[in-house]
């Protein structure tokens, strides 16, 4: 069965702080996406990986950052939390082998920023 | 911009009844896929159509894709309260990146 995992599933941090989210996935997946869900926003995509230690942005990057360093992991980093990053982070993960691409979500983490 | 519209936004019916939802867009999609979403939960993929014109079967739950490949439903035979949830439709865009649409949240009322 496909697994991805995020590290935490509910987070409350304050302002200011610098705030790490974990995703692992244990598919062998070559690509790896971070989204953040707001009611009324849908998802939206902050970064993407095609391979380890390669990165590019989505629609909303600022404010965070990323880092693969293994295969398996992918990290979201928020440099500085602000309260408008209280959200819903979802991870995903994809194969580049052959097609159709299909994405596989971890269960969310939950994040609040007081 | 590839974007995906879907509708209705909100649903709301009776167990036993049947319902269609909509996924549509002006752009031509590679593939499209199914998700189910739960409160508090990650989105579950559902299912993946790739032909135009294809149509798949999952139990109750009927797919369909375009024959433009621009376009699909979801067709839910005698919903149950276990069939609640966000659905979401993804296009299968440039570069392996997928478009989300905003989702059509159902609620099955025992």
């Known amino acids: 069965d496909v697994k991805v995992t995020q590290s935490s599933r509910y987070l409350v941090k304050r302002t200011g702080e610098k705030v790490f989210l974990e995703c692992v996935q244990d598919?062998?997946?070559?690509?790896m996406f971070w989204y953040r869900q707001d009611p009324g926003l849908g998802l939206r995509l902050i970064y993407f990986?095609?391979?380890?230690?390669?990165?590019e942005k989505g629609d909303i990057p600022e404010g965070y950052s990323v880092s693969r360093e293994k295969k398996e992991r992918f990290s979201l980093i928020l440099e500085s939390a602000s309260t408008n990053q209280t959200s819903m982070y979802l991870c995903?993960?994809?194969?580049?082998?052959?097609?159709?691409?299909?994405?596989?979500f971890g269960p969310g983490t939950r994040l609040t920023v007081t | 911009t590839q974007l995906l519209e879907q509708s209705p936004q909100f649903l709301s019916i009776q167990e036993g009844e049947n319902l269609t939802v909509y996924c549509n867009s002006s752009?031509?999609?590679?593939?499209l896929q199914w998700y189910r979403q739960e409160p508090g939960e990650g989105p579950v993929l559902l299912v993946t159509?790739?032909?135009?014109?294809e149509v798949k079967k999952l139990k109750r739950l009927t797919f369909q894709f375009g024959d433009a490949r621009k376009d699909s439903s979801l067709h839910i035979t005698a919903a149950q309260p276990g069939d609640t949830g966000l659905y979401l439709c993804?296009?299968?865009?440039?570069?392996?990146?997928?478009?989300f649409g905003p989702g059509t949240r159902l609620s099955v009322l025992p």
């Open positions: 995903a993960s994809s194969s580049l082998a052959g097609g159709p691409y299909e994405q596989y």
């Open positions: 598919m062998d997946h070559e690509n």
């Open positions: 990986s095609y391979d380890v230690k390669m990165k």
């Open positions: 752009s031509v999609f590679s593939s």
């Open positions: 159509v790739v032909t135009g014109g």
């Open positions: 993804a296009g299968e865009g440039y570069g392996q990146n997928f478009v």
